[in-house]
């Protein structure tokens, strides 16, 4: 019998591909989603996951070298962001069509912030780009996404972890993928070097000096770690200890554990390792947790 599966996706930039690999293992394994939560780029995985392109999607992101990024990214010179997001969006249209998120496979439900007023938002209807462009807002990277005359920024800056927004049904487990999570991470061998010295990188980091030019501060050392830099750690740190809170607090039957330091946040050229990362990691949680894979539906498992 297969176990129903209510899943919570985090936010966490480019490591948020890591999700599509954890669905591919829980899937393999028996396990069937009944509904889905995320924040971020967990809103936007777990969005096309509910419209049932996750495979189109993965192929088209397996296919993107640094340039094809590069293209995608729609830099500005702004105070509101580096980027305005667009691109992107129009260009995974074309892969997975638009719907309205009532109209999915499955209960769905993405989390943005309201910048104007502190309030968390929950997107459980209506179009659903509007829903994920919202919940991707990183503050300083995207420009904030307008809906009519509320502004929405990241959800992961109110609820990195939406555990307590996932629809539960009796019976189902509750299963949550953590893609910046406080672990060790083994560095395995790549071309540093190559990553290092790309033109992706190189733009940027030109991107943020110039942001950091509009932003009025006393001259900096070199040494010094920079406003904007300062501004996404101070971020990244608010962030996790909310994460750490709601795992306390609302405690999954099964946690799927993604480094935070395995890639950074904008490795987006690097889906297939990503997506690597996160299978590997749902394979380590269900092998410390068989009793889920006993009680799954897996052939031979009986």
Same mark, same amino acid.
């Given at each position: 019998?297969?176990?129903?599966?209510?899943?919570?996706?985090?936010?966490?930039? /480019?490591?948020?591909?890591?999700?599509?690999? /954890?669905?591919?293992?829980?899937?393999?394994?028996?396990?069937?989603?009944? =509904?889905?939560?995320?924040?971020?780029?967990? *809103?936007?995985?777990g969005?096309?996951?509910?419209?049932?392109?996750? &495979?189109?999607?993965?192929?088209? *992101?397996?296919?993107?070298?640094?340039?094809?990024?590069?293209?995608?990214?729609?830099?500005?010179?702004?105070?509101?962001?580096?980027?305005?997001?667009?691109?992107?969006?129009?260009?995974i249209?074309?892969?997975?069509?638009?719907? &309205?998120? $009532?109209?999915?496979n499955?209960?769905?439900?993405?989390?943005?912030?309201?910048?104007?007023?502190?309030?968390?938002?929950?997107?459980?209807?209506? &179009?659903?780009y509007?829903?994920?462009? /919202?919940?991707?807002?990183?503050?300083?990277?995207? #420009?904030?996404?307008?809906?009519?005359?509320?502004?929405?920024?990241?959800?992961?800056?109110?609820?990195?972890?939406?555990? &307590?927004?996932v629809?539960?049904?009796?019976?189902?487990?509750?299963?949550?993928?953590?893609?910046?999570?406080?672990?060790?991470y083994d560095?395995?061998?790549?071309?540093?070097?190559?990553?290092?010295?790309?033109?992706?990188?190189? #733009?940027?980091?030109?991107?943020?000096?110039?942001?950091?030019?509009?932003?009025?501060?006393?001259?900096?050392?070199?040494?010094d770690?920079?406003?904007?830099?300062?501004?996404?750690? =101070?971020?990244?740190?608010?962030?996790?200890?909310?994460?750490?809170?709601?795992?306390?607090?609302?405690?999954?039957?099964?946690l799927?554990?993604?480094?935070?330091?395995s890639?950074?946040?904008y490795?987006?050229?690097?889906?297939?390792?990503?997506?690597? $990362?996160?299978?590997?990691?749902?394979?380590?949680a269900l092998?410390q947790?068989?009793?889920?894979? #006993?009680? =799954?539906?897996?052939?031979?498992?009986?």
């Open positions: 019998m297969k176990r129903d599966v209510a899943l919570v996706l985090s936010s966490g930039g /480019a490591r948020g591909y890591a999700h599509v690999g /954890a669905i591919k293992v829980l899937e393999r394994y028996g396990f069937r989603i009944t =509904s889905i939560a995320g924040t971020s780029m967990g *809103a936007l995985v969005g096309i996951y509910a419209t049932g392109r996750l &495979n189109a999607f993965e192929e088209w *992101a397996n296919s993107l070298d640094i340039m094809e990024v590069l293209k995608l990214t729609d830099f500005t010179i702004s105070k509101k962001g580096l980027v305005k997001g667009k691109k992107v969006i129009e260009k249209k074309e892969i997975v069509p638009e719907r &309205n998120i $009532e109209d999915l499955i209960p769905f439900c993405a989390v943005a912030t309201d910048i104007l007023d502190g309030t968390e938002a929950l997107f459980t209807k209506g &179009n659903l509007e829903a994920v462009r /919202a919940s991707i807002s990183i503050p300083t990277v995207f #420009q904030p996404h307008r809906i009519g005359k509320r502004y929405f920024v990241d959800g992961g800056l109110i609820n990195p972890i939406p555990v &307590n927004r629809k539960r049904s009796d019976n189902d487990i509750l299963v949550v993928v953590d893609v910046s999570a406080p672990i060790p560095k395995k061998t790549v071309d540093a070097e190559k990553y290092n010295d790309s033109r992706y990188s190189e #733009q940027i980091r030109i991107i943020r000096e110039k942001l950091n030019n509009l932003i009025p501060s006393r001259k900096e050392n070199d040494e770690i920079s406003i904007f830099n300062l501004s996404n750690m =101070s971020i990244g740190t608010m962030m996790r200890r909310i994460s750490e809170l709601t795992l306390e607090k609302h405690r999954p039957d099964l799927i554990s993604v480094s935070k330091e890639f950074s946040t490795d987006f050229y690097k889906a297939a390792e990503i997506i690597n $990362e996160g299978e590997e990691a749902a394979l380590r092998k947790n068989e009793t889920f894979i #006993q009680t =799954s539906g897996v052939p031979g498992s009986d």
